[in-house]
């Protein structure tokens, strides 16, 4: 069965500083998408970035990153410079297949605090 | 920028009885979806919704639960008969092409 797993509960950051959370995936199928999302403390879900197992490059919106690692069946979230206003819960999430209409599972998350 | 609506933001209710959380999803949006995060926990996958009927559902999603697109704007979710356990926030979703999740609305059964 498909599983994601978070193993950071918690992590305490110095502003400013670059971040990686941390996420693998389990998985025998080839098409997937891997997702991250963003929740702050007022609970609405936020997209930040996609990866789909095809793609060669890593992907990048703004400051995050995904160091994809398909071998290692690793997809990390990279923040460069954070903020302040990056505190919140991550999800790693995923789809299978590739489809774009399909559900998505979480991970657990991981509670980022920036410290000012 | 189009978006995921939902009401109410929160709804407390009284164990047993019965609640309709409602969801304008996007309006050229085809697929629809319901998950489920009990607080401190992990998003929960529920229902999905194309073409007027459910086309996957979880094991979370029993008898209890119903979904239901009755125009065509709105998509519901029905729980027939609370219980302490479903206190959670619910995020409805659609999807184009990437899924969207609206803002949740918070459960709260007492």
């Known amino acids: 069965a498909q599983k994601i797993t978070q193993t950071q509960p918690g992590m305490f950051v110095q502003e400013k500083e670059a971040v990686t959370l941390d996420c693998t995936y389990d998985?025998?199928?080839?098409?997937?998408?891997l997702f991250w999302y963003k929740q702050p403390s007022s609970g609405e879900m936020i997209f930040l970035i996609y990866?789909?197992?095809?793609?060669?490059q890593n992907a990048t919106e703004g400051r995050y990153s995904l160091n994809f690692q398909k071998a290692r069946k690793s997809a990390n979230l990279v923040i460069s410079a954070s903020q302040l206003g990056d505190s919140a819960m991550y999800f790693c999430?995923?789809?299978?297949?590739?489809?774009?209409?399909?559900?998505?599972?979480f991970g657990k998350g991981t509670r980022l605090h920036i410290l000012p | 920028e189009p978006e995921v609506t939902q009401t109410p933001s929160h709804q407390v209710t009284q164990m047993g009885q019965e609640v309709i959380l409602r969801c304008v999803p996007i309006?050229?949006?085809?697929?629809f979806y319901w998950y489920r995060q009990i607080l401190g926990q992990k998003v929960e996958f529920l229902v999905s919704?194309?073409?007027?009927?459910?086309?996957?559902k979880s094991e979370i999603f029993d008898d209890q639960f119903s979904v239901e697109r009755p125009d065509g704007s709105n998509f519901t979710l029905k729980i027939r008969s609370t219980k302490l356990e479903d206190s959670a926030m619910y995020f409805c979703?659609?999807?184009?092409?990437?899924?969207?999740f609206g803002p949740g609305t918070r459960l709260t059964v007492t």
């Open positions: 979703a659609s999807s184009g092409g990437e899924q969207y």
């Open positions: 998985t025998s199928d080839q098409s997937y998408g």
């Open positions: 990866q789909g197992s095809y793609d060669e």
């Open positions: 999430a995923m789809r299978w297949p590739m489809n774009r209409d399909d559900k998505i599972i």
């Open positions: 309006s050229n949006h085809l697929y």
């Open positions: 919704f194309y073409n007027n009927e459910i086309s996957e």
